[in-house]
């Protein structure tokens, strides 16, 4: 579980993305009908944890636990890595300054994930992990999102 974690906040999430999570998220990146909006994506998106979760069988809260920190660890490399390959195609597709640009918002990402899970550590409310983890996966959905919507847009 901590293996899965700390790949998918690592600096290469493609070594333990989930084939199935980094299938379904390539999905939602690429693969929506053209009229699909905001909605639609963050339901795909959903998809894909619900989808991991629904392959495990929990029978206590400490094994639901682990199901959800590992299947949101593979959702959020699985994002990442489509992150990544959306990045790759616009490096290729569009002007350099403006490749540049959504780079420069990928380097915003790290310093919200290190405040946002700074700020929950210290609330000292709830199951600490799981939040966690689910913040983590927010952000880097949010960034998907924004990606995603961009080149909706651009259109």
Not at 48 to 70: F, G, Q
Not at 72 to 89: F, H, N, P
Not at 101 to 115: C, F, G, I, P, S
Request: glycine share 4%.
């Amino acid at each position: 579980m901590q293996q899965a974690e700390a790949c998918a906040d690592g600096p290469a999430p493609s070594q333990c993305a989930n084939a199935d999570a980094q299938a379904a998220a390539r999905r939602c990146m690429q693969g929506l009908p053209a009229h699909s909006d905001d909605t639609a994506f963050g339901a795909c998106m959903a998809a894909v944890t619900d989808h991991c979760i629904s392959n495990w069988s929990s029978t206590t809260s400490e094994m639901n636990r682990r199901v959800i920190l590992i299947c949101a660890a593979r959702t959020r490399a699985a994002t990442r890595v489509e992150i990544d390959a959306w990045l790759d195609r616009a490096d290729q597709r569009l002007d350099p300054s403006i490749s540049r640009q959504y780079r420069a918002q990928l380097a915003t990402v790290d310093t919200r994930l290190k405040e946002q899970t700074e700020e929950i550590r210290t609330d000292g409310a709830g199951n600490v992990e799981v939040r966690i983890a689910g913040t983590r996966n927010g952000i880097w959905e949010s960034f998907a999102r924004f990606l995603w919507l961009s080149e909706r847009k651009a259109r």
